[in-house]
């Protein structure tokens, strides 16, 4: 008979407790980002969508030699003696034609080992995190700007052609 | 009803009509009248528990639809259940579960013809009002059971007994509940409960006497169970029956048994605003109040505030288990509303 009447004493303390919980969460505020309208700001070393410079770029191919998963693709050529000589903007002489700069983010593990070797530090992650596109081929971003001036022909290049 | 049977006077030519056309105009606009107001509330309802729910657990809830706070996100999830497809599964029996949706909403629908919107605004005022709305809503048992044995699905059938059981149980402490009010008053009648408390907050049966007052915990409680709203929602428990008896439903029917849903709570709360919370009448003595705002505005004020509650409650509390539910009911709230009803009599035969 006695916890009889202490469980209900105990259920109305309980629940009035937990309502004025309820009632205090009411008032507070709300802890969503909506989402498509506001975003958060990425951390800045965060690891995601990679860029690079082509301007800067020296066509050395050390990022493709670093890459584990083989998603950047890289074709150079010699640039004739008598063309201008030019310069990454940290003074390095670009020496070679860069015409296929091509990176797969599909292949892309965001491990950022290939930033780390690039001498003229063109390579970067940026903080870009929305990839979605219609086209699968869409996620290889195309960086090279030149056409290259050999006898070879210009072969459409795709990383994922290859498997 | 009267007031409307007065507007219809107005259409031209009305008394030209035959007799049968006039004996139940009366009775069809004024259902139809409520069916859009209540359809109005409810959509309101169901977006402002949303976000109650919301930011109550600190989220925004629905802020798209429409512009503002997204109210307009159950016009357009309403349209959406309208338009879908109406299926019925190939082994359910299908006239009762055509027809059950339809018979929870009556049972919800029904109990509006005595509730005391306004001085003058009531479909009827019956002098048997509170033992018809006891009465009519019992209904809503048979078309949950209708709808939980006829879809032929295991979490129907466990969802519609779990709510037979739960909602005859908490009628008789609900009722029990009510009878005090009914002792003191002397009267079935709706409106004369409600005119019982005219004159402000102090004359409101809740504040009348310490019986009273533990009666109007003891009926919302029993109310809640009667509306399956948590912490009693064991017929609907998600985690464990999907959704109960409407588990098979989709559409149009389930948008009955939505809008049956929040019907329901709109008539337990305006059944306890009735009579324990002085229905229409002011909060305040006096005069002036009454002018500035209309009884049925306080009334839905006040009802609102009880629907604000049963949010609070949803969003508080974690589901009972069947047989905590049934405790409390038979040992607790039972006993405890036989107390009150003598207490109660006690009171209206030595203190008067």
Sequence with gaps: MRTYFTDIWLTMVTVSRSMWVALLHLFTRSVTLQYPTEKWTMPERTRARLFNKIEDCIGCGQCARACPTDCITIETEKRGKDEPAIFASDGTPIKLRTYVFDIDMTLCCYCSLCVFPCPTHCLVMTTAYEYSVYNKQDHVYHFAVDKPMSAKPAKEHHPADKA | ?352
């Design chain 2, 1 to 352: 009803m009267e007031s409307i049977a007065q507007l219809l006077q107005l259409i031209p030519k009305y008394d030209a009509l035959p007799g049968l056309v006039r004996a139940y105009m009366p009775m069809l606009v004024s259902s139809l009248v409520i069916f859009g107001l209540l359809s109005l509330v409810v959509l309101f309802l169901v977006w402002w528990e949303r976000k109650i729910s919301a930011h109550m657990q600190d989220r925004l809830g629905p802020m798209y639809v429409g512009g503002w706070h997204g109210w307009a996100q159950t016009i357009a999830d309403a349209i959406k259940l309208l338009l879908k497809e109406d299926i019925v599964p190939e082994s359910t029996d299908r006239v009762l579960f055509k027809l059950a949706p339809f018979v929870v909403f009556l049972g919800a629908f029904a109990a509006f013809v005595v509730l005391p919107f306004g001085a003058s605004s009531i479909v009827s005022d019956l002098n048997i009002g509170v033992l018809y709305i006891i009465a009519v809503g019992s209904l809503a048992v048979v078309g949950i059971m209708m709808a939980g044995w006829s879809s032929n699905s295991k979490y129907s059938l466990y969802g519609g007994m779990r709510s037979v059981a739960q909602i005859v149980s908490y009628e008789i402490p609900a009722a029990m509940a009510i009878m005090t009010v009914v002792i003191l008053v002397g009267s079935l009648s709706m409106q004369q409960i409600v005119g019982a408390q005219k004159g402000g907050i102090q004359n409101w049966f809740i504040f009348r006497n310490p019986f009273t007052f533990l009666a109007f915990f003891v009926y919302f409680i029993s109310s809640l169970a009667e509306v399956n709203r948590t912490p009693f929602d064991i017929p609907e428990a998600e985690s464990e029956l999907v959704a109960g008896y409407h588990t098979e439903y989709s559409g149009m029917r389930f948008a009955f048994f939505y809008l049956a849903e929040y019907a329901n709570m709109l008539v337990v709360a305006g059944v306890a605003t009735t009579i324990f919370l002085g229905g229409w009448t002011q909060v305040l003595p006096g005069a002036l109040t009454a002018q500035l705002i209309p009884g049925p505005i306080m009334f839905f004020l006040k009802v609102l505030v009880l629907i604000f509650v049963q949010m609070w409650l949803r969003w508080s509390l974690p589901r009972l288990r069947v047989d905590q539910l049934m405790y409390l009911c038979w040992k607790v709230l039972l006993p405890a509303s036989f107390v009150l009803v003598i207490g109660v009599g006690w009171v209206a035969v030595y203190w008067k």
